[in-house]
């Protein structure tokens, strides 16, 4: 419900861009989420750019009187409180109200801008940025992947890691388009249809996108773009508004589960129908285990098909991992609390004496159920024929490969024959982890410099670096780029980072060296001058890694800009230097 006001908040903040300062206060539900790391790591995955103050022991609550999540308190310039609002539907509430404000105090208003640091700038560029979903088709050397805050899927060969092609430009929309060309806002849940095309559930588009693999085609086959009201009723997919859909699952039919999170149901979509409509629960958040149109859910946000045609799904906020069968039609706790929302913890045992923490992904392999226990940074083992819940790899947030893993928050988790694939969304990576030795390895992507955004794309986000003026002889010149890496770190061997670089002026050429497999520095570019040439630009992308664990991969992309004059008395050798600084990771 806390994310759904994200969109009508940042409306707001661009609307009344000079008078309003939004304030965050987060009164954590969750024990991981009182954590002032925890909470910075939810800021920069939900671009929030707004101060958010940490309230772990719920004193601004008391002392303001909230009583729900979420709140929203309106407060004068002269700091009385004029009105409150609690749950979703905020911006239709408070806009009239602060429009009315400003109006009133229009000569009292401070409208100089405050001095905020972003908790997103100075961060280095990651190949992911919080994946959240991720579905392995080994039988066809394929990895899809929710590179869900770079807005995009990646297709990846798991036979190397090469990834092969990328749905979405990187920017938040809602369009339909071919590969690049389209637009998705958070992705997450992925499924291969019968017709072979992926779906992907989008989930602050409140949509379902189909990709067609083998033209690159993205294309909108349910909802709307706007967020379903309450009571959620089903219909025509194209014209059906959905809530968050988080996850898919096939049916075995042709048919899809949908997570649909925001309305705490499962739906079912039939693509050869058109058609799309609750499958179980009431849209009442709770913990009520019934009849598939009388249970209360609370949140799923996994799904995953096991024997019999058994639905199950990680439900998030109730902090447990229940299964709806389809043959009986109705919804049983497999794991985890079923007394309130609030039986969560970190516990191995049998059925509703296991505890959970906020789990967002579940898979089948074998004959057990595979959970992603996000917020306690574990991977967990059910045996569903007993409920026994066993801790399999993880021992605390972090990063940490080998025999004694360590993830950060992972959020989707796929089955393969041999391994577990798990999107481990916090540390911007994709680990495998071994069935037999539960020992993990972070799987290493290459060829991101290849959907970069184009250097002449205003949606560049790199570092631009802008030279002096630099005077050169017309004529052969060389330019000679020197990278300095930071301490402990060192270009990466694998991966092939991009040097392209351009010249103005007629009678200007340069030879750009495009993609190098692991560039060495100085780098020396030749180039013709002219009396006409006016400048030059090189879009430089270095792939690099910690030299001890090296498969944490970062990308620093450098925009570097050098106006020229040509004149006899110029220089034949420009010298382009410059430093990454280290990255706060």
Request: glycine letters at 10%; one cysteine or more; aromatic letters at 8%.
């Amino acid at each position: 419900n806390c994310i759904h006001i994200i969109p009508d908040l940042e409306r707001l903040e661009e609307e009344f861009a000079d008078e309003l300062v939004v304030i965050g206060v987060h009164s954590a539900k969750f024990n991981t989420e009182s954590n002032t790391e925890n909470i910075r790591q939810i800021v920069l995955r939900y671009e929030i750019e707004h101060p958010v103050v940490n309230d772990p022991d719920f004193e601004v609550w008391s002392d303001w009187g909230a009583r729900a999540w979420p709140t929203v308190f309106v407060v004068d310039p002269t700091g009385g409180v004029v009105g409150l609002h609690a749950g979703e539907g905020v911006y239709e509430v408070v806009q009239p109200v602060i429009a009315g404000l400003i109006d009133e105090y229009a000569s009292e208003i401070n409208r100089d801008p405050l001095d905020l640091t972003l908790e997103s700038e100075g961060l280095p560029a990651t190949v992911l940025s919080f994946p959240g979903k991720v579905l392995a088709d080994e039988g066809s050397d394929r990895l899809f992947i929710s590179d869900t805050n770079h807005h995009r899927v990646l297709q990846v060969r798991l036979s190397d890691g090469q990834i092969t092609a990328a749905f979405g430009s990187g920017l938040a929309g809602l369009a339909d388009g071919t590969g690049v060309e389209a637009q998705f806002d958070s992705p997450q849940g992925l499924a291969l249809a019968d017709s072979g095309s992926l779906l992907v559930a989008d989930t602050d588009n409140h949509a379902l996108r189909s990709i067609d693999l083998s033209t690159g085609r993205v294309t909108t086959v349910a909802g709307t773009g706007l967020q379903a009201g309450y009571p959620p009723s089903g219909g025509p997919a194209e014209s059906t508004p959905l809530s968050s859909p988080w996850d898919l699952a096939p049916v075995g039919d042709g048919g899809i589960y949908v997570a649909m999170a925001g309305t705490h149901q499962i739906w079912l979509y039939r693509p050869a129908e058109g058609s799309i409509e609750p499958f179980a629960g009431s849209a009442r958040e709770g913990t009520l285990n019934a009849a598939l149109g009388d249970s209360e859910l609370a949140q799923p946000s996994g799904l995953a098909v096991g024997a019999r045609g058994h639905l199950y799904f990680a439900d998030s906020e109730s902090s447990a991992i229940r299964v709806v069968d389809p043959v009986v039609g109705e919804v049983r706790l497999v794991a985890g609390g079923q007394e309130s929302l609030f039986d969560f913890g970190d516990l191995d045992g049998r059925g509703d004496e296991a505890r959970f923490q906020h789990p967002l992904g579940v898979a089948v392999a074998g004959d057990y159920v595979w959970v992603a226990d996000t917020y306690n940074s574990k991977i967990k083992r059910i045996d569903p024929l007993t409920g026994e819940v066993v801790t399999v790899a993880g021992s605390g947030a972090g990063w940490a490969d080998g025999g004694d893993p360590r993830f950060y928050e992972p959020g989707g988790i796929a089955a393969g024959e041999d391994v577990l694939y798990v999107a481990d969304t916090n540390n911007h990576s994709i680990r495998l982890v071994d069935y037999s030795t539960a020992a993990a390895t972070t799987f290493l992507l290459k060829g991101a410099e290849e959907f970069l955004p184009a250097g002449d794309d205003s949606s560049y986000s790199g570092r631009r670096i802008q030279v002096d003026p630099v005077a050169v002889s017309p004529g052969d010149i060389e330019i000679l780029l020197n990278v300095t890496l930071p301490a402990g770190y060192k270009v990466n061997e694998d991966a092939p980072s991009r040097f392209e670089f351009t010249i103005t002026g007629a009678g200007s050429a340069i030879d750009s060296p495009g993609v190098i497999v692991n560039p060495v520095f100085p780098l020396s570019v030749a180039a013709t001058a002219a009396e006409a040439t006016t400048e030059m630009v090189g879009e430089i992308s270095v792939v690099y890694c910690e030299t001890v664990f090296e498969s944490i991969c970062l990308i620093d992309q450098v925009r570097v800009i050098v106006p020229i004059e040509a004149t006899s008395q110029g220089a034949q050798v420009i010298d382009l230097s410059y430093a990454i600084e280290a990255p706060d990771v």
